[in-house]
């Protein structure tokens, strides 16, 4: 259970970070704030609009002096793939105020959330690798030898806590 909670924790934490530093590109190379201005579209702005407006940018001349013809397709490029396939989580940026300039040192501090949920998840495999260790040693000795089989220590603490009555 916490391996797939995991998992899709850090599915969505790279797929975000993925989305800021294409903002950090755009930002670096143009005066522009959002891809959308770009390529000139409204924010909701539909996936064939997208498409038009990437391929006339490609097809007409290069607009910005700053950069040459193949880094201004490569950022049209880079745009185009997040309005066309991340297009939800980008607007969710935009939206909740996530803008973060990635050279800041407050972006690369560990959150709270993510301390104590690691936290929690190393608690819970040390007792596991405990219980393991103790339950192979438990299942050597022959069945006169056994007494009662080993639990996991937090199994122990919860059954404590939550005792019926």
Known sequence: MFAIFFTFLAVILSQTHDILVKIDYLHKNTQFKTYYELFGLKENASKQEIKHAYRNATRGKNPHKSLSTEEYKKLCMVGYGVLMHNKKDYDYVLKHGKMMF????????????????????????????????????????????????????LYGIFEKIFKRN
């Open 102 to 153: 990635l050279n800041k040192k407050e972006n690369f501090r560990t959150s709270k959330v993510a301390m104590v949920l690691f936290t929690v998840f190393l608690v819970v495999m040390v007792d596991m690798s405990i219980f393991i260790k103790r339950y192979f040693a438990y299942s050597a000795l022959p069945n006169t030898k056994r007494r009662k089989a080993p639990q996991m220590y």
